[in-house]
């Protein structure tokens, strides 16, 4: 790292209220008292792919088998019309339909954007019949603000873990592969957060 950028990179580093602690080591102790900007995270995430990370093995974690609803009624909040989503016939797990965990995804996002003190927001007109004129779609979309610019992708399984994993400095993160959790080093889901957090 050279001599301006790491200056920049320390600067930000107590602007932003971390606590020095190993590069090794899952920041357990980051806070943000602004929200980081584009700058920023530029820095984060070449910092993120220039750790070194050990490998270490550990147990995969099966997905909690759970009672799926046969349908689901989604009220939209900007049209105030209801759909019903029939669970498809293929699905077996919650992982499987989007829909099923969206108060969990609510959650997540309320949590990262009140942790990080960025703007997070979920796009779900998709699942709503009217506002989409019949075309539904199976996922909703999720909106960061950074710098008065927005991101917007479609929410996959693992954005929401990666994020998270990321904005906590953390060095790996539990990873969603058909119905176990397995740990993965963060950096390799750089690509991925760079398309999430820098707008195009």
Not at 61 to 88: F, N, W
Request: aromatic share 8%; hydrophobic share 35%; net charge positive.
């Amino acid at each position: 790292m050279n001599k301006p950028l790491f200056l920049f990179f320390l600067s930000n580093l107590i602007l932003f209220g971390y606590i020095g602690v190993g590069f090794g080591q899952a920041r357990q102790d980051v806070h943000y008292s602004v929200p980081p900007n584009g700058r920023l995270i530029e820095a984060m995430l070449k910092e993120l792919g220039a750790r070194q990370v050990p490998i270490q093995e550990k147990a995969a974690v099966a997905e909690m088998v759970e009672q799926l609803p046969d349908s689901i009624t989604y009220h939209c909040t900007v049209c105030g019309k209801d759909t019903i989503h029939k669970r498809p016939q293929t699905v077996i797990r919650s992982s499987m339909w989007p829909i099923s965990h969206l108060k969990h995804d609510r959650e997540q996002v309320s949590a990262l954007g009140k942790f990080t003190k960025l703007e997070f927001f979920l796009d779900e007109e998709g699942f709503c019949n009217n506002c989409t004129r019949g075309k539904l779609r199976d996922r909703p979309r999720l909106i960061i603000v950074i710098d008065r610019h927005e991101s917007i992708n479609d929410l996959l399984e693992n954005d929401l873990r990666i994020l998270d994993a990321f904005f906590k400095r953390k060095d790996d993160v539990d990873i969603q592969r058909g119905t176990n959790y397995q740990s993965e080093p963060l950096r390799n889901h750089i690509p991925r957060l760079r398309r999430l957090l820098i707008s195009r």
